[in-house]
C-alpha cells in the first residue's frame, strides 16, 4: 500500500504520463476492468478538492467531467458535489434537477431603457435578475423572463446577468449584453429603418413623436391570398400595385402588423409589432391621447365620429392624394394622413383616395380589434372595431 500511494505521489510530481490502469487497495487486488483508477477500501473514502463557489467560477476553461465538492453550493449556503457538463456547472443534489443556465432573448433597446429578454429553462421556477454578477443580491423575478430597466444612457452599451433557479439551488450565470440607441434622433427629424432603408419623417404632437408617413416595410404579396406567421414581414399594395405602396404605405391585417404578438391598451403600448426598433404600434389610448390633443371635445369612450375637427388636422391639405371635397383638411398637426384605403377579407381592395385606416393595438375581442378612420368628405376622425383580418394601414409611435 505504501509502494503504490509512493508511486503515485511521484507520478503526481513528476507529471509522468503513464498509460495503464491503477488499482489503491488494501488486498492487492486488480482494478476493475473498466476503471482507469479503482480505489478499494471497506472503510475509507475518496476525498475530493474542495472549493469554494467563488473558486469554482474562476476555474479557467475546465473540462467536462471536472467534479469537485463545493463548500457552499448547495441549499441554503452549504455543501455540494458539484460537475462541469456541457459548459457549466451542475450540482449534484439527489431528488433534484438542476435547471440549466437560460439562454438569451432578444433585447429590446430605445435610447433610454432595454426590455431584456431570456429564454425558459426546464426544472427552473423561477428566474433572478441583476446589475452585477451576483447571485445573493439578484432581484427574483418568480417566473417571468423579461424586465425593462428605465433611466439608462442613451447610446451606451450594457451587461446585465440572470440566472435559473429552482429548490435544487440556482444555475450558472448568463450574461446579457445590449447597447441603449443613439442619442441622436430628436422629434421631427426623418431617420432611416436600417432592415430596408427606408426613410421615415416624424413629427411632435403634444408629447407623442409620430411618424410622418404610413408604415412601408415587407414583401408584397397578391390581395387575394392572406398574410402568414412566418420569417418573412409580408404587406399588400392597394390594387396589387407597388406604385401605391410608394405613396400610401403598406395594408396590413391585424396579426401582421402586430407581428403576431398579442392585444394591448397600455400608453406605451409596449407592441413593437412589425415597427422600427425604438417604435412601436399605437394602443387605442394613445390614439386617443393625440385626438384630445387636437380636439378636446373628443369622447374616447364612445364609437363613431369624434370630436368637430381632429380628422382635418391630421389630413394632408388638398386633392393631390385626396379625392374631392377633402373636408375640413388644414393638417395642422403635421400628422399628414394620406388616404391609403383598405384589403378586405375576401381579397378585394376599397376607399382608396378616399379613406384612411389605421389599426391599433388594442383588441375589443378575439376577432377584432379598434381602429382609426378618416375620410374626404368629412373633418373628424371615426373609432370602429372591425374584424383583424382587414388590411390597413399602420403608424408607429416612438418609444421614449
Avoid at 435610447?111 to 447571485?135: C, E, L, R
Avoid at 444612457?153 to 443613439?182: D, E, F, I, K
Wanted: glycine share 10%; proline share 4%.
Amino acid at each position: 500500500m505504501k509502494k503504490i500511494i509512493t508511486f503515485l505521489a511521484m507520478f503526481l510530481i513528476s507529471g509522468i504520463s503513464i498509460i495503464a490502469q491503477v488499482s489503491i487497495s488494501v488486498d492487492s487486488t486488480q482494478p476493475d476492468q473498466s476503471a482507469m483508477l479503482d480505489v478499494k477500501s471497506t472503510s475509507k473514502g475518496l476525498l475530493l478538492p474542495r472549493v469554494t463557489h467563488v473558486r469554482v467560477d474562476s476555474i479557467m476553461n475546465p473540462a467536462n467531467g471536472l467534479l469537485l465538492y463545493c463548500t457552499d453550493c448547495g441549499n441554503a449556503g452549504g455543501g455540494a458535489l458539484v460537475m462541469f457538463i456541457s459548459g457549466a456547472w451542475c450540482i449534484f443534489n439527489p431528488g433534484c434537477l438542476l435547471p440549466r443556465p437560460p439562454s438569451s432573448g432578444i433585447h429590446v433597446p430605445t435610447s433610454i431603457h432595454i426590455t431584456w429578454n431570456w429564454n425558459p429553462v426546464s426544472y427552473a421556477t423561477g428566474y433572478k435578475w441583476n446589475t452585477t454578477n451576483n447571485y445573493a443580491t439578484a432581484t427574483n423575478l418568480a417566473g417571468v423572463t423579461t424586465i425593462t430597466e428605465t433611466g439608462l444612457t442613451c447610446n451606451t452599451p450594457y451587461t446585465r446577468y440572470v440566472w435559473a433557479y429552482s429548490a435544487c439551488g440556482n444555475s450558472a450565470v448568463t450574461t446579457l449584453n445590449q447597447s441603449t440607441l443613439s442619442c441622436s434622433f430628436i422629434c421631427g427629424q426623418a431617420f432611416t429603418d436600417t432592415r430596408d432603408g427606408k426613410t421615415y419623417n416624424t413629427v411632435l404632437i403634444g408629447s407623442q413623436c409620430w411618424m410622418k408617413e404610413n408604415l412601408n416595410i415587407g414583401t408584397r404579396i397578391s390581395g387575394s391570398i392572406n398574410q402568414k406567421n412566418n420569417d418573412t414581414i409580408e404587406k399588400y399594395c392597394n390594387n396589387d400595385l407597388d406604385a401605391n405602396c410608394a405613396v400610401y404605405g403598406g395594408l396590413y391585417q391585424w396579426d401582421e402588423l402586430m407581428n403576431y404578438s398579442l392585444a394591448s391598451n397600455s400608453n406605451p403600448s409596449g407592441r413593437q409589432g412589425i415597427c422600427p426598433v425604438g417604435w412601436h404600434v399605437p394602443s387605442d389610448v394613445e390614439w386617443c391621447q393625440m385626438e384630445t390633443y387636437l380636439d378636446a371635445s373628443i369622447n374616447c369612450a364612445t364609437t363613431g365620429w369624434k370630436g368637430t375637427n381632429a380628422g382635418g388636422k391630421m389630413k394632408e391639405v388638398g386633392t393631390s392624394h385626396w379625392a374631392n371635397p377633402n373636408t375640413g383638411a388644414t393638417n395642422s398637426s403635421g400628422f399628414m394622413c394620406l388616404p391609403g384605403g383598405y384589403r378586405l377579407p375576401s381579397g378585394g381592395f376599397e376607399t382608396l383616395a378616399t379613406g384612411a385606416d389605421f389599426w391599433t393595438t388594442s383588441g375589443s375581442s378575439s376577432s377584432n380589434s379598434w381602429y382609426r378612420t378618416l375620410a374626404n368628405n368629412s373633418a373628424l376622425v371615426y373609432r370602429n372595431f372591425g374584424e383583424k383580418t382587414y388590411a390597413f394601414s399602420g403608424r408607429c409611435i416612438n418609444d421614449q
